[in-house]
């Protein structure tokens, strides 16, 4: 067979290469599933599934829920934290206003004596107007010093009986004054920034019973 005869009849490479093309196309599309199969193997493997609006609902309210538990943990935390800084200053300032307070009750003894001192300096002799004078002078300056740490004096005698500052030694009948009030005083009580240092030791006085009288004409 010669060379002219092998070749298409166009003789051309142009005409061969469109004839494939042509042989490729008939093949695709007699075959559609085979372009339909290789679009498919490019697609993901497996797609993911929407939420539906149930799914979506129970997480909403699974967050909320969650919120408001962080939220009330936030809040009691918070609570804690200024209820620990109250306490901490009360407890400061507390420290800082009874810092003195063994210190001034064992004053309470000294002041005691003085007052007994001056009570019973009742001569008119030079030494004992002047003993009385100087344990008055050193009483007052006691007071002034117990002023500056707001250390006060109880004494009641002639007001009404107070359970929370005053001790009643006993009771005593008598018209004189309104019942439940105080007719003596054996100790005065102190009190240092308003809290009890030492309570007064008073006599209250009670109503006096009546006599019963006795009827002449029996």
């Known amino acids: 067979m010669s060379k002219e005869q092998e070749l298409p009849e166009s003789g051309t490479?142009?005409?061969?290469e469109e004839m494939i093309d042509q042989v490729v196309e008939t093949e695709v599309s007699e075959n559609p599933e085979t372009e339909a199969g290789e679009a498919e193997s490019l697609e993901p493997e497996a797609v993911e599934k929407e939420p539906s609006l149930e799914e979506l609902k129970q997480e909403l309210e699974q967050a909320r829920k969650k919120a408001e538990e962080n939220?009330?943990?936030a809040v009691r935390a918070q609570a804690e934290m200024e209820n620990l800084r109250k306490r901490t200053a009360?407890?400061?300032e507390n420290a800082h206003k009874f810092a003195v307070e063994k210190f001034a009750k064992e004053l309470l003894t000294v002041i005691d004596s003085?007052?007994?001192g001056i009570q019973a300096s009742t001569g008119d002799s030079p030494e004992v107007v002047r003993f009385r004078e100087g344990s008055e002078l050193t009483l007052k300056q006691f007071e002034s010093v117990f002023s500056k740490f707001n250390i006060e004096m109880v004494d009641p005698m002639g007001l009404p009986f107070n359970p929370e500052h005053h001790?009643?030694?006993s009771m005593q009948p008598t018209d004189?004054?309104?019942p439940n009030t105080v007719v003596n005083v054996f100790q005065k009580g102190y009190l240092l920034n308003g809290r009890l240092l030492?309570?007064?030791m008073v006599i209250v006085a009670k109503?006096?019973?009546d006599t019963p009288k006795v009827d002449e004409q029996a």
Request: hydrophobic letters at 40%; proline letters at 4%; charged letters at 50%.
């Open 114 to 116: 003085l007052e007994l």
């Open 13 to 16: 490479e142009k005409e061969t």
């Open 71 to 73: 939220w009330d943990k």
């Open 167 to 169: 001790q009643a030694m």
């Open 198 to 200: 030492r309570p007064a």
């Open 176 to 178: 004189e004054v309104k």
């Open 207 to 209: 109503a006096a019973e």
């Open 90 to 92: 009360k407890d400061l």
